[in-house]
C-alpha cells in the first residue's frame, strides 16, 4: 500500500475547502496507484467523494471503504483528460453524480501517480446530459444495465476504432431467439462454441475480445441478461415499406431499423465515418450519441429526422 503522503493529504484539504467554498456537489479522485485508503476516509468523507482508478491496483483495499468506486479500464496512454472525463460519464451513469452537478476533481496533472492537480468542473457543461433516465425512455422489458453495458462499448469502439482506424459495428439488444431467426452467419462466428460465462460483457476481457472483432463483418446478438450469443451475423429482418431513415444512412443502419420494427428488439449502430451511435427501437432512431474527441455528449432523444 503506498504511503499517504503529505501533499496528497494537502491536496484532500484543498479540494474539501474548495467544495465548500463554491458549494459544489462532490469530489472526485483520480488514482492511478493504491493509495491507504483508511487514512483517506480520515481525511475526506466518504459519502462526497467517488474514487476512480485506472486499474484495479489502484482500487486495491477499496472495496472494504464506503467510497462509490469506478474502474476505467483504460488505455495506458489515454491522455489524463480523457480519463477525467470517462471517470465522470461513468459516475454520471452511475447515478453517483447529478446531472447538474459541480464536482472538485483531483488527479495528477503533471508527475505520475502523484496527486498535483485540481479542477472545478460544471457537468452541465463539461458532459452535457448523460443519464440512465435517457435509456429508461426506451420503455423495454431489457434491462437498463444490459442496453447501458452495450452503448457503452458501442461509444467506447467509436471514439477509439481500432489500431487507429475508425470501426462501424452493429449490436441487437434483447428478444434474441426471434433475433436469430432472422440471421444467419457470414461466415466464421468468433464466439461459436464458449460456454455462456465465457460471452458475458459484464467481463472486460469478453468486451475487449468483441471490440476486435467488431472490425469483422456483420452484427453482434446480445441477450437480455448481457451474454453475446452470436456474431459476424447476417440480418435479413422483412424488409418494412413504411421504414423511414435520414439521407445518408447506410446498410447497417436499415438492419437496425428493420430488425428492431420486426422484434422487441434495441439495435445499436457504430457508424464508421465519425463514430456516432445511434440507438433504434421499433424501426426509429432513438438516441444519437456523439463520442466527440474532448467530451462525449448524449444528446436525449435526438433523432434524425427523414429527408
Same mark, same amino acid.
Given at each position: 500500500m503506498a504511503k499517504f503522503?503529505?501533499?496528497?493529504?494537502?491536496?484532500c484539504?484543498i479540494?474539501?475547502?474548495?467544495?465548500?467554498?463554491?458549494k459544489?456537489d462532490?469530489?472526485?479522485?483520480?488514482?492511478?496507484?493504491?493509495t &491507504?485508503?483508511?487514512?483517506l476516509?480520515?481525511?475526506? #468523507?466518504?459519502?462526497?467523494? /467517488?474514487?476512480a482508478?485506472d *486499474?484495479e !491496483?489502484? $482500487?486495491?483495499g477499496?472495496?472494504?471503504? &464506503?467510497?462509490?468506486?469506478?474502474?476505467?479500464?483504460? #488505455?495506458?496512454?489515454?491522455p /489524463?483528460?480523457?480519463?477525467? *472525463?470517462? !471517470?465522470l $460519464?461513468?459516475a454520471?451513469?452511475d447515478e453517483?453524480f447529478?446531472?447538474?452537478a459541480?464536482?472538485?476533481a483531483?488527479y495528477?496533472?503533471?508527475?505520475a501517480g502523484?496527486?498535483d492537480?485540481?479542477?472545478?468542473?460544471k457537468l452541465d457543461?463539461h458532459l452535457?446530459?448523460l443519464?440512465?433516465?435517457d435509456?429508461?425512455?426506451?420503455?423495454t422489458?431489457?434491462?437498463?444495465?444490459?442496453i447501458?453495458?452495450?452503448?457503452d462499448?458501442a461509444v467506447?469502439?467509436?471514439?477509439?476504432?481500432r489500431e487507429g482506424k475508425p470501426v462501424?459495428?452493429?449490436?441487437?439488444?434483447?428478444?434474441?431467439?426471434?433475433v436469430?431467426s432472422?440471421c444467419h452467419p457470414?461466415?466464421f462466428?468468433p464466439?461459436?462454441g464458449?460456454?455462456?460465462a465465457?460471452?458475458q460483457?459484464?467481463?472486460s476481457?469478453v468486451?475487449?475480445?468483441?471490440?476486435?472483432?467488431a472490425?469483422?463483418d456483420?452484427?453482434?446478438?446480445?441477450?437480455a441478461d448481457?451474454?453475446?450469443v452470436?456474431s459476424a451475423?447476417?440480418?435479413?429482418?422483412?424488409?418494412?415499406p413504411e421504414?423511414?431513415?435520414?439521407?445518408?444512412m447506410?446498410a447497417?443502419h436499415w438492419a437496425?431499423?428493420?430488425i428492431?420494427?420486426?422484434?422487441?428488439?434495441i439495435a445499436?449502430?457504430?457508424s464508421?465515418s465519425?463514430?456516432?451511435?445511434?440507438?433504434?427501437?421499433n424501426?426509429?432512431i432513438?438516441?444519437r450519441?456523439?463520442?466527440?474527441r474532448?467530451?462525449m455528449?448524449?444528446k436525449?432523444?435526438?433523432?434524425d429526422?427523414?429527408?
Amino acid at each position: 500500500m503506498a504511503k499517504f503522503s503529505d501533499q496528497f493529504q494537502a491536496f484532500c484539504d484543498i479540494a474539501l475547502g474548495l467544495k465548500n467554498a463554491q458549494k459544489a456537489d462532490a469530489i472526485l479522485l483520480l488514482l492511478e496507484r493504491p493509495t &491507504d485508503f483508511k487514512q483517506l476516509e480520515k481525511a475526506l #468523507p466518504t459519502d462526497l467523494v /467517488v474514487v476512480a482508478g485506472d *486499474t484495479e !491496483a489502484a $482500487l486495491e483495499g477499496f472495496e472494504e471503504s &464506503d467510497y462509490d468506486t469506478i474502474l476505467l479500464n483504460m #488505455p495506458d496512454e489515454a491522455p /489524463v483528460y480523457e480519463r477525467l *472525463t470517462q !471517470a465522470l $460519464l461513468e459516475a454520471v451513469a452511475d447515478e453517483y453524480f447529478a446531472e447538474g452537478a459541480s464536482v472538485v476533481a483531483a488527479y495528477s496533472g503533471f508527475e505520475a501517480g502523484v496527486i498535483d492537480s485540481l479542477s472545478l468542473i460544471k457537468l452541465d457543461e463539461h458532459l452535457g446530459r448523460l443519464t440512465v433516465r435517457d435509456l429508461r425512455q426506451l420503455k423495454t422489458k431489457i434491462p437498463v444495465e444490459t442496453i447501458k453495458q452495450v452503448v457503452d462499448l458501442a461509444v467506447e469502439i467509436g471514439r477509439e476504432g481500432r489500431e487507429g482506424k475508425p470501426v462501424g459495428s452493429l449490436f441487437v439488444v434483447g428478444d434474441h431467439r426471434k433475433v436469430m431467426s432472422y440471421c444467419h452467419p457470414m461466415g466464421f462466428d468468433p464466439v461459436k462454441g464458449y460456454t455462456k460465462a465465457e460471452r458475458q460483457l459484464t467481463d472486460s476481457s469478453v468486451r475487449d475480445n468483441v471490440k476486435e472483432i467488431a472490425q469483422m463483418d456483420g452484427a453482434f446478438v446480445v441477450s437480455a441478461d448481457a451474454t453475446v450469443v452470436a456474431s459476424a451475423q447476417h440480418l435479413s429482418a422483412p424488409n418494412v415499406p413504411e421504414l423511414s431513415l435520414p439521407k445518408g444512412m447506410g446498410a447497417r443502419h436499415w438492419a437496425a431499423g428493420e430488425i428492431t420494427a420486426a422484434t422487441g428488439a434495441i439495435a445499436i449502430t457504430i457508424s464508421e465515418s465519425n463514430g456516432t451511435v445511434r440507438v433504434f427501437q421499433n424501426g426509429e432512431i432513438k438516441l444519437r450519441i456523439e463520442p466527440f474527441r474532448r467530451a462525449m455528449k448524449w444528446k436525449a432523444f435526438d433523432t434524425d429526422s427523414p429527408s
